[in-house]
């Protein structure tokens, strides 16, 4: 099982999580919404202050992150945030519009499963963020944490996994061009529809819309590159 699942496991069963894991989980926020700057350089004394753990957990969060691209490893030279790269936006759209509606439906087939409960709680929570006027670094995070759960509801861990890994690839990208965007509100109301399908069982519904949500995705950046 990936790190990713087996720390939400973890979490979902009320365990504490490893010292690796905390900081595999804190560094791959930032990494993700680009609070470590891509190419930058990334201190291991400092980071081991900064997230009170020791050089061993934090070596084993820097090789998990590597794994999943988010950093990389140079001889001589030390660890560094990777570049976002905005060419890779059609292949990891491509598997993105094959597995994230399969993650959707089956989600929607167990209607939460043993995750019905956050979904129902994160469907609240967007409720009342509808009724506000959310920046566009709450939306960015509103969609990773609903995509999260969705996986995880899904009850496939390799599924799960490896849309993490493409999801976070996705909304680094996402991250340079979101200034740009002019309208996220629909990004908010889609998430909202999408929580709804799945906790009503609605398995043909929610992969439409998860779908539909993806090809937008992909949509909405191309206009403004």
């Known amino acids: 099982m990936s790190s990713i699942a087996s720390s939400a496991l973890a979490e979902s069963r009320g365990e504490p999580l490893s010292l690796a894991e905390q900081a595999f989980l804190q560094l791959q926020d930032r990494l993700i919404f680009l609070d470590i700057a891509p190419g930058a350089p990334l201190n291991e004394a400092r980071l081991s202050q900064e997230l009170h753990v020791g050089r061993t957990p934090l070596r084993e969060a820097l090789k998990r992150l590597e794994s999943d691209h988010l950093v990389v490893t140079y001889p001589r030279r030390g660890t560094f945030a990777t570049p976002v790269d905005i060419t890779a936006l059609s292949e990891i759209s491509q598997v993105r519009q094959v597995l994230e509606p399969l993650a959707a439906r089956l989600a929607a087939e167990q209607r939460g499963g043993r995750h019905r409960l956050q979904l129902q709680e994160l469907g609240e929570e967007l409720a ?17 944490r609903v995509h999260r759960e969705i996986y995880a509801a899904a009850g496939n861990s390799h599924l799960q996994s ?7 690839l996705a909304t680094r990208i996402w991250c340079v061009v979101a200034d740009r965007i002019p309208q996220l509100q629909e990004h908010i109301d889609v998430h909202s529809s999408l929580l709804r399908t799945v906790l009503e069982g609605d398995a043909d519904g ?8 993806v090809q937008e995705f992909e949509t909405q950046i191309r206009r403004v590159l």
């Open 162 to 168: 490896t849309l993490e890994r493409y999801s976070h």
């Open 128 to 144: 009342a963020l509808d009724a506000g006027s959310p920046d566009r670094g709450d939306v960015l995070r509103w969609d990773v």
């Open 206 to 213: 929610a992969s439409a819309t998860m779908s539909a949500h």
